[in-house]
């Protein structure tokens, strides 16, 4: 697996085939009509698989597709997974959504995230949706492919992209991580036991001792 110096070396080579490529390419291009993340401003980090996780959103939600409203959580949050949403109006009308019951209409579609485990949320004065944590995209598309909710030659481009990110690793974490789920869930189930049965034990009355009657004197 390559290590994260390796990783950087090879951004570092894209980035200098690109340019390279530019030059041969659109030489004359003004660099104000370009968008360069080290000169202009308002940038996020997003996982590069997010184009296939809006796909597979968007294929278990059909007729209310949720894939967008996925985008623009991302493109919001602030390099952080945890995000804070004090103006829902914003991020409804951000997703497309229009009119009276825009909110309303985003907040089903942040349903449908969280039911398909894209997302984790908790209530707060702004609603169910104050406190959002955005889940890895990579493990909510295993999950489905588990459920047997995606397509195979799907499943079979998302886990050629893992490998060409270089993040099929997140799958194996997951896997262990179950894992070890399982392994403290049955040690919890065993402990629970051992302790039920040493209380049920003690509480049993104490059988009284009977006494051998004495021989009768001869």
Known sequence: MATQKQ???RRLNMTERAEEQMTIQFPDY???LLWKRSRNHGYSTIPRTLPLAMQAIDAQSKGQPAGHVLLCLWIRAP???LLTIDAPASFAT????QGERAVDTWRRRMRTLRDLGFIDAKEGSTGDFHYVLLLNPNIGIEKLHRQGKVQTAFYGRFRDR???IGAHRD?????EYLVEQEETNTAATKATTKKTAKDAGDDA???AKRSKPKEAEK
Do not use: W
């Open 7 to 9: 990783t950087r070396r």
């Open 30 to 32: 003004s660099e104000e």
């Open 79 to 81: 390099d952080h997974p």
């Open 94 to 97: 951000e997703a497309g959504f």
């Open 162 to 164: 893992l490998i060409d």
């Open 171 to 175: 799958i194996k974490d997951y896997d």
């Open 205 to 207: 009355p104490t059988k």
